[in-house]
């Protein structure tokens, strides 16, 4: 007797992006209720300013050496080198992004280029990573990718040009079962007992850097990125923009794709991704002065902040 083996079922890809499309609205209506209920600004993080502005690859890439660039509100310019400093790791990418955004927030917080290792955990709890096994593995493995990270900094004016180059960890002291793949479950059954002496040390150079260059976010907003990365990362960038901006300007297109990863081989997507970054940022910013024009994206000064100045936590607009 033969046996009957029904066909795969279709997907459906017209409800699949109806769905995202629905989560995605149902994400910035949430937003917008916390602004406006006083809760959006409760949490912040604290971003670096070079990795707002100049991001790491979404994906896997066999390039050991990346540079971005960006024109600031006050017309420097930044340019960030992002390579690979340890033999057969590649460079970070895709999520690793989030775990070196969060790193950066900590040492930032804290005041400290000290990160316990122990805190591991609350970065799994944060993004609502469960713990052990498959998700521990791959937190060592994006951790290794950072820990070989060598990031160049450059901020060029008129007149004068600085430059640093630093790698992202200076030194490490890890326990040794995590550095061993064979044992799966030794990150959560150890963590408790870590207390702080295990951990690792930001490079000097690098954590004053990036204390004295960062972007303050609120921490839902750098949170709820469940949707496209490249969206997201305009989001956050424009919010940035709006809310350093002094005065009106365009920043051309050509312009942005030297900020952002150049994975997609139509031109327009660029501009797509940012009328919905635009789309998302006004919801959330009724009083954001922003436009996609032909030329590239238009901005001002807006009247009034989305979060009110707070000394307490660097977010002070200049007057």
């Known amino acids: 007797m033969t046996e009957i083996i029904p066909s795969p079922k279709k997907r459906d890809y017209v409800a699949e992006r109806r769905a ?9 209506a949430s937003l917008a209720d916390d602004r406006n209920t006083g809760k959006l600004g409760d949490e912040i993080i604290k971003i670096a300013q070079a990795m707002i502005l100049c991001t790491l690859p979404y994906r896997a890439t066999d390039k050991n050496k990346i540079t971005r660039s960006a024109r600031l509100g006050d017309g420097s310019i930044l340019y960030v080198t992002f390579t690979a400093g340890m033999r057969d790791v590649p460079l970070p990418f895709g999520a690793d992004r989030k775990l070196l955004a969060w790193i950066f927030d900590r040492a930032i917080s804290s005041n400290s280029p000290f990160i316990p290792w122990n805190s591991a955990v609350e970065y799994q709890d944060e993004i609502g990573q469960s713990r052990g096994g498959k998700n521990n593995r791959e937190l060592r493995e994006r951790f290794r990718r950072i820990s070989g990270l060598v990031i160049s ?23 040794a079962s995590i550095k061993d793949d064979s044992d799966d479950d030794a990150l959560q059954q150890s963590l408790p007992e870590l207390a702080d002496r295990y951990g690792f040390v930001l490079t000097r150079m690098l954590f004053d850097d990036i204390r004295k260059h960062h972007v303050a976010v609120p921490r839902s907003l750098w949170l709820q990125n469940k949707g496209s990365s490249h969206v997201h990362d305009l989001l956050l960038w424009l919010y940035y923009r709006c809310y350093a901006a002094q005065s009106e300007s365009v920043i051309p297109w050509d312009s942005l794709r030297e900020m952002f990863p150049d994975d997609d081989s139509n031109d327009r997507r660029l501009r797509q991704h940012a009328e919905q970054a635009i789309k998302e940022l006004r919801i959330l910013w009724p009083s954001v002065r922003i436009d996609a024009v032909p030329e590239g994206v238009w901005v001002n000064r807006a009247a009034q902040g989305m979060l009110p100045d707070d000394v307490d936590r660097n977010r002070i607009r200049r007057s």
């Open 20 to 28: 995202a499309r629905e989560k995605k609205a149902l994400r910035v």
């Open 153 to 175: 900094i450059e901020r060029k004016t008129q007149t004068a040009q600085a430059d640093q180059f630093f790698t992202v960890v200076e030194k490490s002291y890890l326990p």
